[in-house]
């Protein structure tokens, strides 16, 4: 069953393995007459790239992107925009000796339930690797959201228990300034002292051959009022979609999100003042339809499910056995930090989405108004 | 732009305003052959009614759906399945007072910003009243994984910071006497000292002219390995799509969901043993596919935004105004209490749709199995 | 599997059979603030009413349709539209004699294969029945197009050998008077010679119990250059799928159509001059995008199944057995008489749901014209 | 707005222009366990291929097809599949001298008035070479359905007025025999006395620097009763927004086509016998639904719009000019020829997505039928 395309006018189509010769992405319905280059795209995956740092997996993925189509002298065409990263840094060897085993955690185990086969080198479909055709997708989205001036940022808000407190009508007033702490945080993280406190203890979980879990926030600034689409098309039902669609993902809330279970009306009801909403517990919707104000969501990312620690499994047979890792296998301790980039990526494509459906009802608002005054000549 | 369908190969249509004639919805894509009945539905309906005690809204509403198509002699035919729901309680005069005024929490805001025009007299599409419509078709979906012995089974898990906890893997073994808890419960909640302090807390809530938010937890029985297709139509993708489009949703989470995030890998890896998996912290899904396991979802609703409580708000054209609700209003002082139902029918809508498209993969390989010895005689 | 919508932006749910309560439809996506009202749909209703003269079947239908939903002080909301039409006039006893037959030309064999149950009273879906709530929604479609003055006007073109003759760039110039005398019709054939030869023919028919096919000439004026989305959105593909999609409809072809093939370059192609196209024998078409120049299109239908005359079938054993229309059953001569209404539905349907998604494009282009100048601030 | 996916189940999504770095397809949902290598793919592009002889274009594209993804040791494996084709033998410069000007007969007028871009060199989207990727697809579609025993087969029917007359009943029961003469002929044509005039007419046509319309048939054998889901996916309605998707077609009929207009009821009607239908007018189809008898529809292309004669034209300002094809322009005589490949897999796509659609009927049918006994245990 077909399954690998998202959103319904800004459409991405993924493919590829992260074992094969390439992985790529077909971006259909972006509109003709935007600026785009292949730097545009790689900028991103640049951020996304493993082997960037200590705290996330060692690989050295290139991850550079070509453009194959959709372009003519450096702007869109309206025609699909065909992207493929070639895959150069893959040692499929290694897997040799857990091809017959069930990978706790992992995907190979309903994969191969589901379809009789799979690919046992690398995790396939199911690899994270897959998300960097979304994080060069995201990279269009981003560029004809910011045509718009719609801003989009993802930054990690905790690990553990441990988490970084932002303040949506303070802290977030100052969205560059966060954004600027974010890109210089090697773990995506805005604030210095809970980016330091993360950093020991992935060190620590690292070392113990273990692997953590967290969560992500990302914040979108400069959305108009009217974008979502009730009922069925809402814009966090549609963000929900996105990021639950991720590999690893446990959970999604906006605004207070959970919290808000915890809450009475009186406390959680954003009151409206002159000037629009006077706080943004909603977090940026109501009624499924963005109200203005800055849109926030988070997402929970469990812990790498690949560790070094040994663990029990079976074989396809269902018998008994200890799983290890294969020597130099390389993964990121937390998911999360990466996952930052992909986030931001899935909002922006929901968004771009939301953004080309909001234009069917404006239009024709002014075309119906001034149907009274033009009459049918037939 | 069209959105109000749900669901791809069992997809509803659902249309109505709360104070129009009626609400119904069509359901498209039900295989014929089904047995099914007006008594099938409406018992379904009987369950989320409002007016049934004193913790969720007095009004009184029929609720009693005709099915005006797609059976014959008692079974469906393969053709969509219309259903309506006449309105009979509304009361539409009681709104004049506030019929120019933003209400706080609620969308009438963003819908007259997006679409310019707004049926003052209840909450339109944004309605709760619209999620009947949803709870019918549901009742058809829970009827068709019956048929494969798949059971959904949503409560009342918490309110404020109490809740009910259930160990997946021992309390739920016993699902059918933990669905009878839930049905002799006015409030869908099976831990009956959980429920009582819930009912103080809403009452308390009620006489302060407040109201509380809380979370809803569903579990699937039942179900075979291999619902779901990665990567964008993942199982947790398409239910938190569901549970998101819901009114007053604010997040939603499997498994062990935002607590992953604090857990190491070691900790929430669930180990494949003899028959199957040993535990089942990721809710029975791995890499967007069913593990065979229960699968579990948890909802959190945010406090009803209608209150007696003044709230601060502007009218259309921004002045600063008191908000109060009309006389007579009757809201639910905590609307995760009958979300319940609608989560239930959500999920089975999901999982319903995620069945048939399963169909597609096992006939063919059998097909494609048989194709080595069947040589084409073309 | 979900069969019965139709239309992307702006789209359509049908539901119903020719014997049960009512048909009905529901259309989605229609853009808030057009003033509609039930008379807008029964007027076109009332003119694919069976009854109305000699040549159509004698059917009472009243087709009275009712909107549910969707409506505010006259205007649309955005929200999804309901309508219903209640089926008054069906007789289902006299189906009983071939309840166990397959009715030659008819749809209860595959039906009954397929589905393997088949209401046998009437045609079910299949029956023609089912077109009027395309009309219903084309009603809505027409009203929408019309405040962009885009009109689209079908008529009986031929019958048997015998057809009118029109000249694109010559009569169709004066489509309203084209239009009067379609309208001045019985058989919606606006050259009265051609009129008069056709109801001769049909009066034989219909006296030796037999039955004739036809052909509809649809023709758009207004329209834009630029709706239709290559390359599998084309306009003329989706046309052709609305078109195929009609009971008894055998062939499409737009411009020149089959009599292109026998063509040679030099005659066919239009060419270009200081107002546009010099000719159109493209039938306001390029490269699936509408040029501007009238839209054309002709739909061929079969001689309706239904005749007195005596058939051979078999019963649902394979045994041989003679077939005769139950007494007293009604039937038109000839559909494509009545057809003409659904053709133009249909063809309202399409050219809506592109006029939609052109919207797309032409504001983001100025959106990205505007982008060289506005530097994000962020 | 996204218009480059094909097909529900098994779809398809192209990208591509004919003079960028390569084109290319994505193909989604085909079942896993497919045997199929790149030799399958190719060896259908070689028949589309141009230059193969004197009637088609003398262009040398090499169109080797690559295959980057969704295959494991030979097989598919549920994964989308991604194939690239290199274009390799563009010749952009001579493209510069018509840059300004709208050729009649094509796209470049419309697509530069609905984008407000066009890329001169070749013809873009628009172009023929797209259909390589349709080919590409098809042969995929091709092999899933000969696991089926299901067979396409489109010919060349006919030119100007010349046409190949095959009685689908006498000698289309051979089958084997007309492919084997089909692809013994240059023209695809599988009589050789009507080939032969055929070739006389296409060398006078360019020798005078004209170009020439015709018709492709195309028949499907070995059809299950019950393809086709009415009443808007009928069989016909897919096929024929499939066919209509084609550069240069300009109608489709299906059975007898155009000329069932012309027919009575009593000529038309096909009636049943012990063993099935008696003869096949409605080409296989009744109620948008197979039949099980061979499948038949018909494709008109009008004439190659590229041709050497001086056509009249306008540079993009609005100014008279002449247009003549650059020196060294390649193109076919006639495209119906080399359609015929293409039409072929056109319908190879529907039909295997019709055919997916199928299976979510069947096995539910079992399943409730199986429900009567099957007492739910909760």
Redesign the interface.
Known sequence: ???????????I?????SH?????V?V??C?????LSEADINEELKRRAPGANAWVSPRKEEDRA?I???L?EG?T??????I?IPNTNQDSSKYEPIKEL?R????N???L???????YRGG???SAR?TACRVAAGAIAKK?L????I?VVAYLK????MSVDMDMSVDLSD??SV?KARNSSPLFCPDVLTENEIIRRVDR?KSEG??????VECIT??LP??LG??????I??????????L?AS?????????A???????????????NGL?SNR??GI??????GELLSLRV????????K?Q????DLQ???REFTLPKGSRHDPCV?IRAVVVVEAMAALVLADAF??????P???N?????AT?V???
Not at 146 to 149: F, L, R, S
Request: aromatic letters at 8%; a negative charge; glycine letters at 14%.
């Open positions: 069953v077909a399954n690998n395309s998202f959103g319904k006018h800004f459409r189509t993924t493919w590829g393995e094969g010769k390439a992985i790529g077909v259909d319905g509109p003709a007459r935007l600026e070509e194959l189509s959709g003519f702007e065409t309206g025609a699909p925009i065909s493929i069930y706790p955690g992992h995907a185990y309903t994969y339930k589901k379809y009789g086969i799979f690919d396939g479909r199911a897959e004809l910011a045509t718009q001036n801003h905790g690990v553990g228990d969205l560059p954004l979980a273990d692997s953590l879990g967290g969560v600034a400069g009022v009217g689409d009730p009922v069925y098309e809402k966090e039902a549609n963000l929900a979609k996105a990021m639950m669609s590999p446990k959970g999604v809330e906006f605004g207070c999100g959970f808000a279970a915890a809450m009475r009306g009186s406390e959680h009801n954003d009151a409206f003042g002159v006077l909603s977090g109501l009624g499924g339809i963005t109200t929970a990312f469990k812990p790498t499910s690949s560790i620690k663990q029990q499994t079976t269902g018998n008994i999360a080309l459906a909001a234009q069917l009802q239009i024709l608002q075309a119906c108004a001034s149907y033009s049918p000549s037939l």
